[in-house]
Structures are given as C-alpha cells and as structure tokens.
C-alpha cells in the first residue's frame, strides 16, 4: 500500500510539474512575442492572465463534479493529453488571437489536474500527515517552474520563443499515458453525506465554507495571495531582463534554480515543519503562512527597488523560499473541513477565486499600471507595479491570521467527526 501510494504522489506530483511548465512557459517568452506581435504590456498581461484565467476556473466546476464520483485518474490523464497538445499548438500561433484561442485551450486542459489530484490525496493519506504530502505535491509547481524558465529561457533563446512551446507540450503526452496505465484510483474515504450534499453538490459545499468562519478566511487568503503570486510569476522575468540587462537564457537559469530548487525546498519544508509544529499546537498548521508572508516582505521590497543586481537577485532568492508555502496548508485546512464528496468541490470554488483573483487580476493589474500610472517611470514602470500588489500580501496575511484564531475549535470539531466516521455514523 504504502509503496503504491508513493508512486500515486510521484505520478501526480509530475502532472502538476508539467502543468505548471505549460503555464508558465509562456512568461520566459513574453518579450519576443510582444515585440513579434507589437503587443502591449497590457495585451502579454490579459495573455498570461485574465484569458487564461476565465476558462481555468470556469471549467473547475464541472471536472469537479466528475471527480466526486467519477474515475479521477482518467479525468486528469485525458485533461493532461489536451492542455499538453493545445501548448505545442500555441508553436504555430501567426497573431494575437491566434495564440489567445490557444491559451484558452490551455486553461480548459489545465482545470481538469488540481481538483481530482487533491480528491485522490485526502483519500490516500490521513489527516496527521494531509499537509506533508500536499506539500509535497505543490513542489510540482517548482518543478514545473524550474523547467519552464530553462525551457523558456534558453530554448527560447537558441531556437526561439515557439520551440519553447513545443518542447514544453511534449512531456504531457508521455505522462497522461503513464498515469493512465500505472495509477490505480484510490479508494474513496467514508464520510456521512446528505442527501441535500449528494443532489447539489456546489450548493452544499459553498454553503459549508460560507457558514465557516475558519474556511472562508482561507478562501479569502489564499485569494489575494493569488494576486501577488501569480503577477510576480508572469512580470519577474521581464523585470530582470530590462532592469539588470541579464539576457533571456540567463533569467531563465537564474529563476529555474531560486524559484524551481529553492522555492520547492522551501514548499516541502514548510509542509513538514507544519505537521511537526501542528503536533504540539494546531494553530501552526496555518500560522506557518502569516509568517512566511510577512518575514519575506522586506527582501520582496530590496529586490524591487535595490539597483545593485547582486543585491536584488539574493533578497529575491530568500522570498522565492517561502514564496509557495501558503499552499499545502490552506488546502489540508479545507480538506480536514469538508467531506470527502465536497472536497474536489471544495477545492474548484478555492481554486475559482484563485486564479479568477489571482491570474486574473495579478498580471492583468501590473501590466495596466506600467502602460499608464508608472508610465513615466522607464524601466522601473513593471517594478513599481508589483511594488503597488505587495499591499494585498499583508492584506491576505490578516485573513490567514483569523484562520489561525479559529483553528483550536475548529480542531475539536474535526476530531469529533474523525471519530464518528470511523464508528460508521
């Protein structure tokens, strides 16, 4: 079993790496389309994140209403073979529309891995150690980082920016029919369900995290961390290649180790130390994101404003580390909260309000700030931008600290449910 159950992690800890290289390739790359094109910053901004955004969380709802019942590990290797392809199409993209009809392909693939691969962890590991195997999963999205900065970085630059794409969309091909053909679906976990919970599935599960206080803090954290996130991602590597006049393949090398090593290290530690500190007091379990947002502010600032590029490039280094920790804990948060039907539910209006805030909004809102409040700042207009976002990073970090001021009763209940679960109630 417990062999199995790592190879199931591995497998989807590698969907979530190839889903992550095949969004965020396109970051690496924003320059030369831009120029190819004649685009603004605010036509790569809507690009790389509000069209690509509205699908992704569009369709959440309907693949998370398949993954309540049905075959998840077919759902995800059929959505990683479709986004997978839909990449590699973007190669051949003549204009604008064309790479954006593209891009909305992407989104639709790409919203059939997150919910079904949660489902199937929860119900794969116990509460005790839910946090330390989320972790470990979200270290896919360093993984997949990592690669689409090399591949974007030097593959763009040697062979050029649609390369890039096609070397990008390849390995999903090979993982959807691994995970189809090596993945055995999980057996579901047994929770009391409602009638009223079987029949409208989306009612019940939002109604549950509405009628949360702790939940729907969490929701509204992870949210706005959504902006700051998912803006850094797609403007960082613009920033440093027109700011410190590193070249293309250099950014990439640079952010493929600090944000793909690092940052993933920093992931998986954070999850780890949550379960170990959450041990001793519950409230670390989510109190381990307020600190990892409000230590990593100062070195956020130094690399955004600092003109000595050593300098910006280590405090960029240090915040990178606890850059994804907020992660696995909002998550094993909401899923130690909910049934096991409402889960991949759960996760869909979590994830909607993440990218629709977050991918929508984040690079979308710095790309209009360069093109017109710091229009007149050069250089420095992108910096200023994501300077402006950093306002919503403590903004989430007061939300998350009401998660932690409801953790202790939150945790009586949980237990309380564990129990009955297991006595068949």
Not at 46 to 64: D, K
Not at 310 to 325: D, I, N, R, S
Not at 354 to 365: A, D, Y
């Amino acid at each position: 079993m417990n062999t199995e159950r790592r190879w199931t992690l591995a497998v989807l800890t590698a969907v979530f790496a190839v889903n992550n290289l095949d969004r965020h390739v396109l970051s690496i790359v924003l320059d030369p389309i831009g120029q190819e094109f004649a685009l603004s910053d605010t036509q790569l901004g809507l690009l790389s994140g509000l069209m690509f955004a509205l699908v992704y969380v569009l369709f959440g709802f309907p693949i998370a209403k398949l993954s309540a019942k049905g075959n998840r590990c077919n759902i995800i290797s059929t959505c990683v073979a479709l986004w997978s392809s839909l990449t590699i199409a973007m190669a051949g993209a003549q204009n604008f529309v064309q790479l954006a009809v593209a891009r909305l392909g992407v989104g639709i693939g790409e919203a059939g891995a997150v919910t079904p691969a949660h489902s199937m962890i929860s119900d794969l590991y116990p509460k005790h150690k839910r946090t330390s195997a989320m972790a470990t999963f979200v270290t896919g999205a360093n993984i997949g980082i990592l690669l689409a900065f090399l591949i974007g970085g030097i593959a763009g630059q040697l062979l050029g920016w649609r390369w890039a794409f096609v070397i990008a969309g390849l390995p999903g091909l090979v993982l959807a029919v691994l995970l189809k053909f090596t993945v055995t679906e999980p057996v579901r976990e047994k929770t009391a369900v409602s009638s009223e919970e079987s029949r409208s599935l989306f009612i019940s599960s939002l109604k549950t995290i509405y009628g949360h206080r702790g939940l729907l803090h969490a929701m509204l954290g992870v949210s706005i961390v959504g902006i700051v996130t998912f803006g850094a991602l797609a403007w960082n590597p613009t920033l440093i290649i027109r700011n410190h006049g590193l070249t293309q393949a250099q950014t990439g090398i640079f952010l493929a180790l600090v944000i793909g090593i690092g940052g993933g290290f920093g992931t998986w530690f954070s999850g780890k130390l949550a379960d170990w500190l959450g041990e001793k007091n519950a409230k670390w379990r989510v109190g381990i994101v307020v600190a990892a947002i409000l230590i990593s502010k100062p070195f956020v600032f130094v690399f955004l404003l600092a003109d000595n590029t050593a300098t910006a490039l280590a405090a960029f280094a240090v915040a990178a580390f606890m850059g994804g920790v907020f992660w696995a804990p909002t998550f094993a948060y909401l899923h130690s909260n909910l049934s096991s039907e409402m889960r991949p539910m759960g996760t869909a209006i979590y994830l909607f309000c993440f990218n629709l805030i977050g991918v929508g909004l984040g690079p979308t809102i710095i790309g209009l700030l360069s093109d017109t409040v710091f229009s007149e700042a050069g250089n420095r207009s992108i910096a200023y931008g994501l300077l402006t976002l950093q306002i919503a990073g403590i903004w989430a970090a007061w939300h998350y600290w009401q998660v932690v001021r409801e953790i202790p009763q939150d945790a009586e209940t949980e237990e309380k449910r564990s129990l009955l679960s297991s006595a068949g109630c």
